[in-house]
């Protein structure tokens, strides 16, 4: 069976992209999609169109309704220009995870994109009449401005990562109970050990709840990993539209804005942009709970990354009140995973810039009883001893530390700290309120 159109239109120029944008959205909607389907959808819509836009042809855009078994909407782009479909299959790789399907043809006159999202299976049945009221609502429908895109969109991303941490807030609360329920079981087959005889099956019970409980354990864990990774994967795409528009809004090229709007797509851009940090480091945190992360053991030369890490984190040491020192290393060629080594420093070296006010920020390295010692120390504000261990917690900062400069997520320093396991060695922290921190990680000199 064909698909039925709902709606034509034609790709010119970059306000276009809005529009289609939107339109995706509404019509997403109409068909009863969810809200967090209809931002997938709009999303995918809009990258799509970007990437065709940037050929400087015009586009015809095609809404449909396509009812093969399973009634789904579909949306075809014909870009008229043969030749492209392996090249643009290739760019829109990623952007075929937002939808069901995605195809890229080539029909011998034009280049076709086609993709398509199944309809819930609760959604109202789509009647002629029905067909025909969503024609009419679409043909009213009124483009709103990029700003106002923008605030819908910020609101979207704004929603779905409060759904992220009310998940996040739901393992931690199975992991408590199953941690809960395992030391009750402990401290029960400790008590009916002493009575194995008469109380044999009742072991044999308690042995099997305990198993169940640890493979529980297990699923709750490696879900919290899938979770987190998938999540952070599908808002990588809306927050870099989010930063890409609020560009294409203050670019040289488009229309003026006030001073009051300007100001104010700045603030979307920023805090686009903490929330692109912040989910690069959910990912990144998602990679080395799962074990994804292997080292590649070759030999590093100690001081041409000290030299790096001198080079590209001096902008951010600007205060003349802080003294950035990188020594020069004290340790011949050394045997680690590079780009790794290099992380662990480089969060470390951030972390200590952004609290410091005033004094040093110095980086050393010594060889210790076969082991090799990197030191990363300020004269910040300082940890209370109680607290040592709470910072290498995801999301825990200090109560009542205000970074000098930047933002943290409070993901740096655990990320920092699983590394250091990776590459066989540990980090700790050695602190005094008001006296500043120093930061350990110490590796074996061989792998």
Known sequence: MTAEPLMRMRLRVEQDIFVVR????????????????????????????????????ETDVTFAVDP??????????????????????????????????????????????????????????LTRARMD???????????STPLDELAVQNQQLILAL?????????????NDELEETNRG???????????????????????AEL???????????????RFLAN????????????????????????????????????????SASD?????????DLAKAEAGRIEPTWAEVDLKAMFGQLRGTLRPLATRPEVDFVVEEPGLPVFRSDEVLLAQILRNLLTNAIKFTESGSVRLSVRPVSGDAEFVVADTGFGIPPELHERVFEEFYQVPGSKPVSGRGTGLGLPYARRLAGILGGALRVDSTPGAGSTFTLRLPITS
């Open 22 to 57: 939107q339109l995706g959205r509404e019509v997403a909607r109409s068909l009863g999609l969810e809200a967090q389907d209809q931002t997938r959808v709009a999303t995918a819509l809009s990258e799509v169109c970007r990437v065709l836009l940037a050929g400087g042809r």
């Open 68 to 125: 093969n078994g399973v009634t789904s909407l579909s949306v075809t782009m014909t870009y008229p220009v043969t030749g492209q479909a392996s090249q643009l299959a290739g760019k829109l790789q990623q952007v075929g995870r937002l939808v069901d399907t995605m195809e890229v043809d080539d029909d011998g006159t034009a280049t076709i994109v086609r993709m398509s999202r199944r309809l819930p299976v609760g959604a109202a049945r």
């Open 133 to 143: 009221e969503i024609r009419a609502g679409l043909a009213q429908h009124v483009p």
């Open 162 to 174: 409060d759904e992220v941490r009310a998940q996040r807030d739901e393992l931690a609360r199975l």
């Open 185 to 207: 079981v402990m401290a029960l087959y400790n008590q009916l050990s002493e009575e194995l005889e008469e109380t044999n099956r009742g072991v044999v019970a308690l042995y």
């Open 211 to 225: 198993d169940d409980k640890s493979a529980q354990l297990r699923a709750a864990s490696e879900a919290k990993s």
């Open 231 to 270: 999540v952070s994967h599908e808002l990588r795409a809306p927050v870099t539209a989010i930063i890409g528009l609020g560009r294409l809004l203050t670019d040289s090229g488009s229309d003026d804005l006030t001073s009051e709007q300007d100001r104010q797509v700045e603030l979307i851009r920023t």
């Open 275 to 283: 929330l692109l940090t912040l989910v690069n480091g959910l990912l």
